[in-house]
């Protein structure tokens, strides 16, 4: 895995980018628990953290590929979000219904379907 790792940093150089080993991190993605040599790896002389889990693109992957992360976050995410909204509005004073309708579909609606084609298999 370190010569592959060698490999990929002396590409980043040649084509003149920079790969920050503070914000790179090694999360193995296995069904099995144990993960025979896969020493500590480096990058630039420094050791790159191993991590359970990685935020790729707003998507938490961990080692499994398991998706329940991910939505247990989107689920926290929207509860705080509908609770703050529910504040605005009462029976008779607050928001108007459209504009309840505009924030489900310009803040809710995305915020729960983002990144459903990875944990959507999932879910079915």
Not at 10 to 21: F, T
Not at 45 to 60: C, N
Request: charged share 20%; glycine share 6%.
């Amino acid at each position: 895995m370190q010569k592959a790792l060698n490999v990929a940093a002396k590409w980043a150089v040649k084509e003149v980018l920079n790969i920050s080993p503070h914000k790179t991190a090694i999360v193995p993605f296995t069904i099995t628990r144990e993960i025979e040599g896969l020493g500590p790896l480096k990058l630039h002389g420094k050791e790159l953290k191993m991590l359970d889990e990685v935020k790729y693109l707003g998507v938490t992957l961990d080692s499994k590929l398991n998706s329940n992360q991910h939505l247990q976050k989107i689920i926290r995410k929207v509860q705080t979000t509908f609770a703050f909204v529910r504040c605005t509005h009462g029976r008779n004073w607050g928001l108007r219904p459209n504009m309840v309708h505009w924030l489900y579909t310009r803040v809710f609606r995305p915020s729960i379907f983002y990144g459903a084609l990875v944990w959507c298999p999932k879910a079915i």
